[in-house]
Nanobody, 118 residues
């Protein structure tokens, strides 16, 4: 059974940091590209950061470049999102996504809430 379980969300003040984790099971983690998406109330889901399966290459949305860092640990089947200098506009539900190289398999976690507020 495929599972993606996010953790690490919560309430943080502007300028603060959080680290999200996504623990994967039920599929061969190391051959999947991993993504973090977010969805704020009333807005469409947007891609925040990606990390490739083999090269480990990363990509970021312009809105988070220089503040967020995606990483993965293939031994622990876990992907992380380190979020620094958080802003109120980063408030959203953050989702972990795994996608196979052929795009045939596409898995999602249940999401974790991040709220940036003073």
């Amino acid at each position: 059974q495929v599972q993606l379980v996010e953790s690490g969300g919560g309430l943080v003040q502007p300028g603060g940091s959080l680290r999200l984790s996504c623990a994967a099971s039920g599929f061969i983690f190391k051959v999947y590209d991993m993504n973090w998406y977010r969805q704020a109330p009333g807005k469409e889901r947007e891609l925040v950061a990606s990390i490739a399966s083999f090269s480990g290459g990363t990509n970021y949305a312009d809105s988070v470049k220089g503040r967020f860092t995606i990483s993965r640990d293939n031994d622990k089947n876990t992907v992380y999102l380190q979020m620094n200098s958080l802003k109120p506009e980063d408030t959203a539900v953050y989702y972990c996504n795994a996608i196979s190289l052929t795009k045939k398999y596409d898995y999602w976690g249940q999401g974790t809430q991040v709220t940036v507020s003073s």
